[in-house]
């Protein structure tokens, strides 16, 4: 079930948000079953056509939208997830708009509830790929490995499974690559991700394997990632622009010889949506609160890749890791 803010908390994120309308010139919001609806404590669940619709001085879900905006209303905000079906079903004579402009930069810092939230995500996660090490993996293709990890977060809890990776060898150098049926085999590279819902906050974890011994040159290039992971997250301070992380992950690869490797992005918030603000490369600054999954990678070629992904919050200090990976190599002996 997913955490709900407290009536406090819930009083002064609604006031917020009827605040942040006002300056946008938003008369409604319109939110389907969502990230967005359930940041403002919707209990939509997963029930089709059911929508929160939020006004100056309405908030109410409801089937029929167009009933509860107010009537000569001219500009709308409308969730980012609508279906097209959706949108045209509405019937709303208005302006739509996405009303992620509204929403989005309130939901940047996290509630203490909240990142108790993601760390419990965190934690499964973790759990889940530390379980994979005591799997059999020689001689096992990379999907029938993904299939016994989907049984594993379903273990664990799991109400969403988002994203799950398996890549060896040379597959680990494809950033979108789908498990096949490649055989894992002595030698192998081995790329092990996991991002999954859990109490309605996400969070993602990524693992990096080595079948019997790692191929010639991978641990040196490992070490540039972990070199690369460190120098990020010491980045994630309050008063630093997001910005910063990816210059410092860049700056360590490109000295390393591997920056035509490296990958584009390094990192992105999450929360309860899987991807959502703070993003490097917008006008954003970390604040207190902010949680940001710090994902720098590096992908050879035909040859090999390493990512790491950890969930960090910005602390009144510094970084506060939400994981207990220590993120060294662990080399499969089965």
Request: charged share 20%; with cysteine.
């Amino acid at each position: 079930m997913t955490p709900v803010p407290g009536p406090r908390t819930a009083a002064a994120r609604l006031a917020a948000v009827r605040a942040a309308m006002g300056e946008a010139g938003v008369e409604a919001l319109v939110l389907r079953p969502s990230p967005d609806a359930r940041f403002l404590g919707s209990h939509l669940g997963d029930r089709q056509g059911a929508f929160l619709v939020v006004t100056r001085d309405v908030v109410a879900e409801t089937a029929d939208p167009a009933g509860v905006v107010p009537a000569g209303a001219r500009r709308v905000g409308v969730d980012p997830e609508m279906r097209v079906r959706e949108l045209f079903g509405l019937a709303i004579e208005a302006e739509l708009v996405p009303a992620s402009s509204v929403l989005w930069p309130l939901r940047l810092r996290k509630e203490p509830y909240e990142v108790e939230a993601v760390g419990r995500a965190v934690a499964a996660a973790e759990g889940v790929l530390a379980r994979a090490r005591e799997l059999a993996w020689f001689g096992a293709t990379e999907r029938a490995m993904a299939y016994r990890l989907r049984v594993l977060l379903a273990e664990s809890g799991c109400e969403e499974l988002l994203s799950l990776r398996v890549a060896a060898g040379e597959h680990t150098a494809r950033p979108a690559h789908v498990p096949g049926e490649r055989v894992i085999n002595p030698g192998d590279a081995l790329g092990v991700s996991v991002c999954g819902r859990w109490g309605g906050y996400c969070a993602e974890v990524a693992g990096v394997f080595a079948v019997a011994e790692p191929p010639e040159d991978f641990e040196a290039m490992y070490s540039v990632v972990l070199a690369a992971h460190r120098a990020g997250l010491a980045a994630v301070r309050p008063g630093v622009p997001v910005d910063e992380v990816a210059r410092a992950v860049g700056e360590v690869i490109d000295g390393s010889g591997y920056g035509r490797f490296a990958a584009a992005h390094v990192g992105r918030g999450v929360g309860l949506g899987h991807d959502e603000g703070p993003w490097p490369g917008e006008d954003a600054v970390f604040e207190p609160g902010m949680v940001f999954c710090l994902e720098p990678a590096i992908y050879v070629p035909d040859l090999f890749g390493a990512r790491v992904a950890d969930v960090v919050v910005c602390g009144d200090d510094g970084p506060v890791p939400l994981g207990a990976s220590p993120h060294t190599l662990h080399v499969l002996d089965r």
